[in-house]
């Protein structure tokens, strides 16, 4: 399975130069293209679904993060390199490997799941159903109650977005009327 | 094998969010650790030489990949798009507010 082995490189990579370039525009389009390089991996793991809904997501979430850069901080400022939090980040980040590296050893192995809780689906889904793309009879039918759920979390983060940045009811007295 | 490739793009997320002073850079980084968790899930999931899980009505497919990762992280990505546009608008009015975006100049309360 070397293909995604490639692309999972290339992600790393991508989120490497993401996460240390200094300039903020072409940081946010090496994020963007970290997650065209998932939708892609997407694709190649058999998962179509995913990858046209990373696909939308990466794009808008790209035009939103490039909404707040643009006019503002165009490169982040040269202060004097602060080596605490750097080191800091860097031996939480090599301490989250190590301790990681042992559970998945005890995962299956790549490419061999187990699919205990699956097989019922697929094996029932499309007589339960009648849909023939499985990943929807899941969201939508065997688990409607999660689906609707993270339906309430979306709209509660929409709804927090909106109210945080809306114009009406935060002007005070002699505050200049400030563009969001 | 893979699967520790993809903890080390959650372990570069991570490094951002901790080490980094830049609001928008900590934000890249947590979007950076959804897309490893994503990925993640979808691995556990994958079947060596497996379809896609699309059925068709006339044939019995058995080696198709796990469905159910997918269908949960299928709400997951939307949802990570709706966390970040709620993270960047907190970015946004901080902005405005103290005129940066750095996380160690924004220490002191300005009511």
Redesign the interface.
């Given at each position: 399975?070397t293909d995604?082995?490639v692309i999972?490189?290339l992600?790393?990579v991508g989120?490497?130069i993401?996460?240390e370039t200094r300039d903020?525009l072409s940081?946010?389009v090496v994020?963007g293209v970290?997650?065209l390089f998932?939708s892609l991996?997407?694709l190649v793991?058999?998962?179509?679904?995913?990858a046209i809904?990373?696909l939308v997501?990466e794009i808008?979430?790209l035009v939103?993060?490039l909404?707040?850069?643009i006019r503002?901080?165009a490169s982040?400022?040269q202060?004097h390199p602060?080596y605490f939090?750097?080191l800091?980040?860097?031996t939480?980040?090599?301490l989250?490997?190590l301790f990681?590296?042992p559970i998945?050893r005890e995962?299956p192995q790549?490419?061999?799941?187990v699919?205990r809780?699956?097989k019922e689906?697929?094996e029932n889904?499309?007589k339960a159903t009648g849909a023939?793309?499985?990943?929807?009879?899941?969201?939508l039918d065997f688990?409607a109650y999660?689906?609707l759920g993270?339906?309430v979390?979306?709209f509660t983060?929409?709804c927090?977005?909106l109210i945080?940045?809306r114009k009406t009811g935060r002007k005070k007295k002699g505050e200049p009327e400030?563009e969001? | 094998?893979?699967?520790?490739?993809?903890?080390?793009?959650?372990?570069?997320?991570?490094?951002?969010?901790?080490?980094?002073?830049?609001m928008?850079?900590i934000?890249?980084?947590i979007?950076?650790m959804e897309?490893a968790l994503?990925?993640l899930f979808?691995?556990?999931?994958?079947?060596?030489g497996?379809?896609?899980?699309?059925?068709?009505?006339a044939q019995t497919i058995?080696n198709?990949?796990?469905?159910?990762p997918?269908?949960?992280?299928?709400?997951?990505?939307?949802?990570?798009?709706?966390?970040?546009?709620?993270m960047?608008?907190?970015?946004?009015?901080i902005?405005?507010k103290y005129g940066?975006?750095?996380i160690t100049k924004i220490r002191k309360l300005r009511g």
């Open positions: 399975m995604i082995n999972l490189m992600m790393i989120s490497i993401a996460v903020m940081c946010v994020v970290v997650g998932q991996a997407f793991l058999k998962a179509p679904d995913l809904v990373q997501v808008l979430s939103i993060l909404r707040v850069i503002k901080e982040e400022p202060h602060d939090p750097m800091v980040g860097i939480l980040s090599l989250a490997l990681v590296h998945l995962l790549f490419g061999q799941p699919m809780v699956a689906y697929i889904g499309m023939t793309n499985l990943v929807s009879a899941v969201i688990r999660d689906t993270e339906a979390v979306l983060a929409v927090g977005a945080v940045l400030t969001a | 094998m893979t699967y520790f490739l993809c903890m080390i793009i959650f372990a570069i997320g991570l490094y951002a969010v901790v080490a980094k002073r830049n928008i850079k934000i890249i980084g979007m950076v897309y994503n990925m979808v691995l556990f999931g994958y079947r060596q497996g379809r896609s899980p699309i059925l068709e009505k058995t198709i990949v796990d469905p159910l997918q269908a949960l992280i299928l709400t997951a990505i939307v949802i990570g798009l709706a966390t970040t546009a709620l960047v608008a907190l970015a946004v009015r902005y405005e940066t975006f750095d």
